[in-house]
Each structure stands twice: as C-alpha cells, then as structure tokens.
C-alpha cells in the first residue's frame, strides 16, 4: 500500500487492487530486512501493540504468549515441526487439547512424506516416463529433481530485470515453499526408508498421471514431534483406547480413556435400523447390489416430502445407485464430493441442497465434516460399510500389519456417519443400515464401539446393562 501511495485505512481499496500482504515480503534475503509492518515478538509479550501491526503477526504472537488459545492443525503443526526451538519459552504449555482425535494420522501424513502433482511436473518440464515410479529410489530422484528445478526457477526470476522492476514477492513465496518441500523429502524419507510405503501412482480414464504419494506406514515415530505437553486431552465420539495407542504409539499405562456411558441426544430422535439387506464386497453380485438400490428407493419413497442423505464407499458406486433409482428418485439427487464434475464445491452443493424442499444428498465422502441439522436431512441410509480403500498400497499394507487399525477406521468412519444429521438434543434423523457387513462389523467388534453407542447398536444388552 506504500509503494502504491495508498492511505492504510483504505484496506477495501487495497485488497479490491491486491495491493496486499501476499504481494510483498516478511523477509528480504538481500537486505536481511524484515517488513516495517512486522512486531517483534517480545513487544507483543509485553503488551506494546501499535495500530499499524501486521494483522497476521500479531495474531500468531499474541497466541503464543496469551494462556489460553486456539489453533487450526495445519498452523500449530507446522511451528512445532519448523519452529519448536524458536517458540519453546511460549509452547511449554502444561494442557494440550486436540479435537477431532480420530484423525490425527490423517493431519501428520500431511506433514511427513511428499505428493507428487502433474501441475508439478509441468512448472518444472519434467517427463515422469523417464522415471520408474514403481521405485521408491527412481521417485526420490524425481522429487530432487523438482526442488533443483524450484530453485533454479528461484534465482532466474529474483535475478530478472522485470522482477527488479516490479517484483513479485508472492510467486517467490509460493516457489520457495514447494523447494523446501522436496529438498526436504529426501532426508526424512531415507532416515527411515523401509517404513514410507510408495503408493500407486493415480492415471485418469485417458492414461494421463496425476498424481503420486510416499507416505509413512507407522506414525509413531512423528508423534512426539507434534504432540509434546504434560498432559493431552484427545477428543472425539468415535475414537477406541486400544487401535488409538497402538497407532500413535503412545504407551496404555499412560492414557486414560473417558468413555461416556449413555448418549446425552434422546434414542428416539437417532434411531438406527439394520435391514441387513445384503452383505456388500468387491466381489458382490449385480443382483445383491440392485436389491440394495431398490431398498435405497423404497426408502426415498416413504421419504418423500424430505431431505435425506445416502452415503456410500466410492464414487462409483454413487453413479450405480444414481443410474437405478426410480425417475422421481433420481430427480431428487446431488451427489456431493470435495470436487465435482460440474466444477462445483461440496459447500456449493450443500447450499443447493439446503434450498431444495425434498434433495438428497449422495456421497462417498460426506462421512464427516459436514453439518445436516434439522430438516436439512431427516433421514440417513448407509448403502455399504466404509472399509478403507485396498487399492491404496499404504493401506493394503497397513491392513496386514494393524488388522486392529482397518476394522478401526471402518467403525469409525460409520458411527461418524450416524452422527452426519443429528446435531443437538432436539435434533432427529431415522438412519437405515442396508449392508450387512456393516452390522457385522459392529457386532464382531463390539469393545471397539463407543459406549454412547451401545443403545442404538446392542439394544438388548443394552437394557441389561441399565438393569
């Protein structure tokens, strides 16, 4: 806004012209200074705030030195993996809380191992047919050959006349992130080779790459990096005190699990049915799975002035279902993922959803995350039990190594599931089960369910265990 003569109270004007923070810099290399703009953590401790501090600086610091705050995991992962020793006077807290516990491996694969993009290849003219990606050697050289190209692109452009004439701070960033990423790879993958397993690289329908991961088997080791108080509260409603240490690592003795006995939402306002219709795999029959489809139907049908939810194990199979429902049915369907062929966001869709006065949602990925209270939907149909993709090589070998950790993936993915339309004590939705290995896998695993659970699941052991 300086450079551009602009007063620092027209912030609209600004951003409406993206003369904003991303287009310049916090730190200028070549003059080893930091922005004007930026406060010194120290002053923010001590309570000297001036009114031109940096919005984004502040914020963080003041997060840091207050006793109590809050943080994303994308934020607080990437200080304790980056800036640990450099905040360790403000990080020594005695009380951790992390929400969403049952996805804690999900949050620290992002952090640890590398993602290959095309758009990758391409900003940095490399061909993958000269690589064998079936290697994990083959891919690291790959990847070292991405950070060289990053960096060269680097120094070509902070030594151009035109980025000297009006230079570019945000594209700099952006380049210097995806360097660090993959010069970083090579040392944390081969400190410890034999546990990142190297997935199968992901070809669209035309044969095309797209994309491709190496990834930590066994997270255990990372654990510590991120989670690293005194005491640490886990949070969530479908997590199991066994599969959860022997993930983490974290030793039993010293965890304690507060399982709550009995579901504080009114059993009939998320009552679930278990229709057992067929039991669904990769090797079902057409048969099986048009008798689920016409179940899926006859359930929309007695719902017919309603919204509701289908959730099922693959994108594929979303289509199936779509392509057999009755023609009242099918007019009635969104089928909702992150991305869309429409080139529509799951929030756009759920909108759409939202205004509809009988829509129904049909997803493979709305397991969780996403908030369907009162008449957005009122009723809710499990059409397969939401085992983990074996197709993934990660996860095939996971399987075999953590049997435990699979079946807790699927049960947790389920009950979350369950909880997708029933949001608070005066909310309700009916739920439908029609795949039978999905009430199997509950059965058979039934130390691994949640107490808060139980009634709706176990109900006559239930009312034993209520006397």
Request: net charge negative; aromatic share 12%; glycine share 4%.
């Amino acid at each position: 806004m300086e450079k551009h003569g602009i007063d620092l109270t027209e912030k609209d004007f600004a951003v409406q012209n993206k003369w904003t923070c991303d287009m310049g810099t916090c730190f200028d290399k070549k003059t080893k200074k930091e922005c004007n703009y930026k406060p010194k953590l120290s002053d923010v401790a001590e309570g000297k705030i001036k009114q031109d501090d940096c919005l984004y600086y502040l914020q963080k610091y003041q997060s840091l030195v207050s006793s109590h705050s809050i943080w994303n995991y994308a934020s607080y992962f990437q200080m304790m993996k980056y800036q640990k020793e450099k905040y360790a006077e403000y990080l020594n807290k005695k009380v951790a809380i992390f929400d969403e516990a049952h996805r804690i491996e999900d949050q620290i694969i992002q952090f640890v191992g590398i993602d290959i993009f095309e758009r990758n290849l391409n900003e940095c003219k490399i061909d993958v047919e000269n690589y064998d990606l079936q290697d994990i050697d083959d891919v690291m050289k790959l990847s070292d050959g991405l950070s060289e190209s990053y960096a060269r692109q680097i120094s070509e452009l902070e030594d151009s006349s035109a980025f000297a004439q009006n230079p570019d701070y945000e594209v700099v960033q952006t380049l210097e992130n995806k360097y660090k990423k993959y010069a970083e790879a090579r040392s944390e993958i081969y400190s410890n080779k034999e546990n990142f397993i190297l997935n199968k690289p992901y070809y669209d329908e035309g044969g095309k790459f797209r994309s491709l991961s190496v990834k930590p088997l066994d997270i255990s080791k990372y654990v510590s990096t991120f989670f690293d108080h005194p005491i640490q509260i886990f949070m969530s409603a479908t997590i199991d005190k066994e599969s959860f240490c022997e993930n983490t690592g974290f030793n039993p003795e010293m965890v304690e699990i507060v399982d709550t006995q009995v579901s504080p939402f009114p059993i009939e306002n998320r009552k679930v049915e278990f229709t057992d219709v067929k039991r669904l795999s990769y090797n079902s029959t057409r048969d099986d799975e048009q008798l689920v489809i016409k179940k899926i139907d006859e359930i929309m049908t007695k719902y017919s002035d309603k919204k509701g939810l289908i959730l099922t194990s693959s994108k594929s199979r979303c289509f199936e279902i779509l392509e057999n429902l009755s023609a009242e049915n099918k007019k009635r369907i969104r089928i909702c993922h992150s991305f869309n062929a429409n080139g529509k966001t799951q929030d756009q869709v759920v909108q759409e959803h939202a205004e509809s006065a009988n829509g129904v949602l049909l997803s493979s990925s709305l397991w969780e995350g996403v908030d369907l209270k009162e008449d957005m939907s009122r009723f809710q149909i499990v059409a397969k039990a939401p085992y983990p993709m074996l197709s993934e090589t990660r996860t095939k070998i996971k399987m075999q190594k953590y049997p435990l950790w699979y079946k807790a993936q699927a049960i947790m993915k389920l009950l979350q599931g369950f909880g997708r339309s029933i949001r608070d004590y005066g909310d309700w939705a009916d739920t439908y089960v029609l795949d039978s290995a999905a009430h199997e896998l509950l059965l058979m695993n039934r130390k691994m369910v949640p107490h808060a659970y139980h009634d709706i699941i176990f109900p006559s052991s239930f009312k034993e265990f209520l006397g």
